[in-house]
């Protein structure tokens, strides 16, 4: 199984400062099966990121994704009031799809 | 527009059965992979399965295979995840995700569009 950590836990910062989450694989993984979601409080998750750098249709172009092999970073270049939330990744490059634990961005 | 919408919430007591649904619109039903993912509440998400409509091909993650059954209806664009003997620590939300693939080399694939979410409690 590969294991997903990401870090921070927890990320406190202020509207307009900038938001970099880490997503560390167990093993390489493909950068083509990094995904990051966001979910808001009381909402389903939503696709973010694929591919480790491809927004998704919807994802304004403050969010950013990239690394590769074992490391993975999700960029908010100046964080909007709406970004505050929990941010997940997800591996796609194994038959056992897994998430991180989460990261949560909080004022 | 693409949706998936989901049965209401559930409350059961352990021991009991259920099954929940998730109905599928705006897009050819069968072309894609559906999969269920577990959010126990305060908590982060599990990956489940993945089934796919038009010939229903199931892949269960180790950690569930053999605690629920996922299937489909194709006739009603619908698939369903079922406990025949529900526990305590069922309790979670549960979603219903499509599975889309990007072009890529190799393809990108991704949980595109999500289902609103079932509550599921199982309490004496």
């Known amino acids: 199984e590969i294991v997903l950590t990401q870090s921070p836990g927890t990320l406190s910062l202020s509207p307009g400062e900038r938001a970099t989450l880490s997503c560390r694989a167990s093993q390489s993984i493909s950068s083509s099966h990094l995904v990051w979601y966001q979910q808001r409080p009381g909402q389903a998750p939503r696709l973010l990121i694929y591919g480790a750098s491809s927004r998704a249709i919807g994802t304004p172009a403050r969010f950013s994704g990239s690394g590769s092999g074992t490391d993975f970073t999700l960029t908010i270049s100046r964080l909007e009031p709406e970004d505050f939330a929990v941010y997940y990744c997800?591996?796609?490059?194994?038959?056992?799809?897994?998430f991180g634990q989460g990261t949560k961005v909080e004022i | 527009e693409v949706q998936l919408v989901q049965s209401g919430a559930e409350v059961k007591k352990p021991g009991e059965s259920l099954k929940i649904s998730c109905k599928g619109s705006?897009?050819?039903?069968?072309?894609?992979?559906l999969g269920w993912v577990r959010q126990i509440p305060g908590k982060g998400l599990e990956w489940m399965g993945i089934i796919f409509p038009a010939d229903s091909d199931t892949r269960y993650s180790p950690s569930f295979q053999g605690q629920v059954t996922m299937s489909v209806d194709k006739s009603t664009a619908t698939a369903y995840l079922q406990w025949s003997s529900l526990k305590a620590s069922d309790t979670a939300i549960y979603y219903c995700?499509?599975?889309?693939?990007?072009?890529?080399?190799?393809?990108?694939?991704?949980?595109?569009?999500w289902g609103q979410g079932t509550v599921v409690t199982a309490s004496s």
């Open positions: 997800q591996q796609h490059g194994s038959s056992r799809r897994t």
């Open positions: 995700v499509r599975q889309v693939t990007y072009e890529g080399s190799p393809p990108r694939p991704a949980f595109d569009v």
């Open positions: 705006g897009y050819t039903f069968g072309y894609y992979w």
